[in-house]
């Protein structure tokens, strides 16, 4: 599976990252390792990176930092919560009770406003403001749900002003530059000034940044985000909480496009296969998913829970490296058409020019 030319990224825990396992991904078609600093600490990332080099030095490594964002806290026991319950939001490090749900950023309290819709665990619980307090969201639960630890806070459309690197990012950043990683992939870039961080805290040693589009902020600041990245990620988990999930498939093709236009590579990630996290084979639908993604041109398709705590994280790899490796064989050249894109400098007429002549 070695002969494709779009890559397969794995996720791969300290669960499950022994060398055999490693190396079984790679020779079924992956090429790059992904470690996810949501769930580990450097000192297993270090483990898996010293595992990940045993297998094989044909490896990339990607580590893929938590960034500006906003999770509840640990609870003790997982939460059941009911439509038309009422509970407080506070910002804190306190254990998360069925009382009150706590977050782990200072400024919450201040910048969400009243009547706001707060989406936790990747939307699947939605909670509505109805009245602030100085120190505390009054909040009403709009559909009953459980509510786990550590779980992801979003609030569409709403800014909230997080700092673009945290203690954590910054451990794992000086991890990477310790061990030689690849790539760094930051998570919830808003704009330039985000990326500029991670060169700031790296202009010793740097690393080629992934700018991971996940808000509307980044969507709208992409041009920018890419004049300062090395590429990006289409992120579409947390795209699909922060933006109406309609509006997704047009902005991942956006978004490649522009990549394609600016020469910088691109990866599309998230439920990629997601049904064979329990299953043995994806349904027809995701392998349409994967399709288009090639031919729109994607450099690189991600694979997260699949491979990182699935039942079948091998056949995984290799279904997804067959698809592309299929898919490649019948895109052709003019399938990418950029003779109607809007970045179009006269050098690039001219390269097209002289394609379509040869």
């Known amino acids: 599976m070695r002969n494709k030319q779009t890559k397969v990224v794995a996720t791969v825990s300290d669960q499950r990252c022994g060398p055999d396992f490693i190396k079984q991904l790679h020779d079924n078609g992956m090429d790059v390792v992904r470690l996810n600093t949501a769930h580990q600490t450097p000192e297993t990332c270090l483990q898996v990176i010293k595992n990940i080099r045993e297998a094989s030095d044909k490896i990339a490594i990607l580590i893929d930092t938590k960034g500006p964002e906003v999770r509840t806290t640990a609870v003790n026991a997982p939460i059941e919560l009911k439509r ?86 910054k451990e794992f950043l000086q991890l990477a530059m310790e061990q030689d990683i690849d790539f760094i992939a930051h998570s919830f870039v808003r704009n330039a000034d985000d990326v500029k961080a991670i060169q700031q805290f790296c202009k010793k040693k740097p690393i080629r940044i992934i700018a991971k589009i996940e808000n509307t902020q980044g969507v709208e600041n992409l041009d920018e985000i890419l004049d300062y990245s090395y590429g990006v990620m289409v992120a579409r988990g947390d795209l699909g909480v922060e933006i109406p999930a309609e509006e997704v498939p047009l902005i991942q093709k956006t978004i490649i496009r522009r990549c394609i236009q600016r020469a910088k590579p691109v990866i599309t990630a998230t439920q990629m296969l997601q049904s064979m996290i329990e299953n043995p084979r994806p349904t027809r639908a995701e392998v349409s998913d994967v399709a288009n993604a090639i031919l729109d041109g994607t450099d690189a398709l991600m694979l997260s829970a699949e491979t990182a705590a699935g039942k079948y994280p091998v056949a995984a790899v290799r279904i997804m490296a067959k698809v592309a490796k299929r898919i490649e064989v019948s895109r052709s050249f003019e399938h990418f058409d950029p003779i109607h894109a809007e970045y179009n400098p006269v050098s690039e007429y001219i390269a097209m020019a002289a394609v379509e002549a040869a």
């Open 84 to 169: 038309g319950q009422d509970i407080i939001i506070r910002a804190s490090e306190s254990t998360t009770t069925a009382d009150a749900i706590h977050v782990n950023y200072s400024g919450f309290v201040k910048d969400v406003p009243d009547s706001s819709s707060i989406l936790m665990d990747d939307g699947d619980l939605e909670l509505k403001v109805i009245r602030k307090a100085n120190d505390a969201l009054h909040c009403r639960v709009m559909n009953k749900g459980t509510l786990k630890s550590h779980k992801s806070v979003n609030v569409p459309g709403i800014h909230l002003d997080l700092p673009s690197l945290t203690r954590r990012d």
